[in-house]
């Protein structure tokens, strides 16, 4: 069995010199740990510097980064801790620009294992048309991997190419509680006739606006109130724009975390397992994982590649 989505942190900063005599007995307080993998340098003897721990519950979890984010273990030494998330999306350039999602998503099904969706934007001014490049979702994180390696090698061509292959950054999900005081919308498929003054114009109808930015096909809409960006958000989301349905959610914030997460995830994929130790689990059987998908995600359904914003 596996504990859920959510359940792991990523500790960094950890002294050299430090075990998990110590490491445990601190988290422990924050909720039952299933596991813990505390990467270890097989020649000096000595921790890499971080580690990763489940715990047997996303609430535990959480817990464990309020209580030891930034939390002194000696004398001018930090821990470092956050949510580490599981990445199953590849980015693929070079894509046939007159390609559709259906078509992409059969030809790179017959060269990778475990691809459940595409995710795939178009050109403004041409619908028709995408942009070049795409994202591969897949089951899970192992089959993510595997395909990255195969597509990478080249010895894989899609129609007649090698493509272009990445790691991306895994969805975030964000917090609940900062979510529920956000006022910003994100509203994206918008047509290059679109202006930030005709923007300024159908929003204010629902309340008063801070600002109104437009970036290429999308844009932020900024209200004073969040009741009237929910409002906006309702009656908007969906609504034809010349000929072109608008999306709208509710836009996610600046992620104040984000290297240390990129940090946690750029481990995570260049370590080797072997060398950890193990805490075995309680008699409590963790969670059974589940992916999360659609209104799982923030609380609302909407794909989850939208953007967040910078002030």
Known sequence: MQAGIGTEVFVGKIPRDLYEDELVPLFDKAGPIWDLRFMMDPLSGQNRGYAFITFCGKEAAQEAVKLC?????????????????????LFVGSILKNKTKEYIL????????GLVDIILYHQP??????????????????????????????????WGNVVTVEWTDPVEE????VMAKEKVLF????????????LEKSFSEFGKLERVKKLKDYAFVHFEDREAAVKA????????????????????????????RQAARQASRST??????????????PPIRGRGRGGGRGGYGYPPDYYGYED
């Open 233 to 260: 958000m309702d009656e908007m989301n969906g609504k034809e724009t010349e000929r072109e349905e608008i999306e709208i959610v509710l836009a996610k914030p600046p992620d104040k975390k984000r290297k240390e």
């Open 106 to 113: 059969e030809e790179f099904s017959k060269v990778t294992e």
């Open 125 to 158: 001014d041409d619908k028709k048309k995408n942009r070049g490049f795409c994202f591969l979702e897949y089951e899970d994180h192992k089959s993510e991997a595997q395909a990255r390696c195969w597509l990478m090698s080249g010895k894989v061509k899609v």
């Open 174 to 177: 964000p917090d609940p509680e």
């Open 69 to 89: 984010d930034n939390y002194e273990i000696c004398p001018g030494k930090h821990f470092g801790v956050c949510i580490s998330v599981a990445n199953n999306r």
């Open 187 to 198: 509203v994206r498929n918008l047509v290059t006739t679109i202006t930030e003054e005709i």
């Open 272 to 285: 080797v397992y072997e060398d950890y130790y193990y805490h075995p689990p309680p008699h409590l059987p």
